[in-house]
Nanobody, 116 residues
């Protein structure tokens, strides 16, 4: 069992910045991915950015490339998502996720609202 605890987020104006963070209670053995997904009202949950545990390869949704940056600490237990040049379409609940070979774990969700 892995618990993911999120922090950060909140309200920003268009063009502003926010950061969301996620800490895992433990790091599983073997390969895993950690990342962020988001879900806007009435829409499905979509990938924002992920990073692989072994090689550190990152993947971003086209809509956030060049604006969002995913980073992790050396222990691989925590990740941050720095969100710059935020736009109203970025408004959503952001979820941290960890995918192992057998399970997917989710954080509690953090609201990000972009509005003037």
């Amino acid at each position: 069992q892995v618990d993911l605890v999120q922090s950060g987020g909140g309200l920003a104006q268009p063009g502003g910045s926010l950061r969301v963070s996620c800490v895992a209670s433990t790091v599983p053995n073997g390969h895993f991915e950690m990342g962020w997904y988001r879900q806007a009202p009435g829409k499905q949950r979509d990938l924002v950015a992920t990073i692989t545990s072994n090689s550190g390869v990152t993947k971003y949704a086209d809509s956030v490339k060049g604006r969002f940056m995913l980073s992790r600490d050396p222990s691989h237990r925590s990740i941050d998502l720095q969100m710059n040049n935020l736009q109203p379409d970025d408004t959503a609940v952001y979820y941290c996720a960890m995918q192992t070979w057998s399970n997917t774990y989710w954080g509690q969700g953090t609201q990000v609202t972009v509005s003037s």
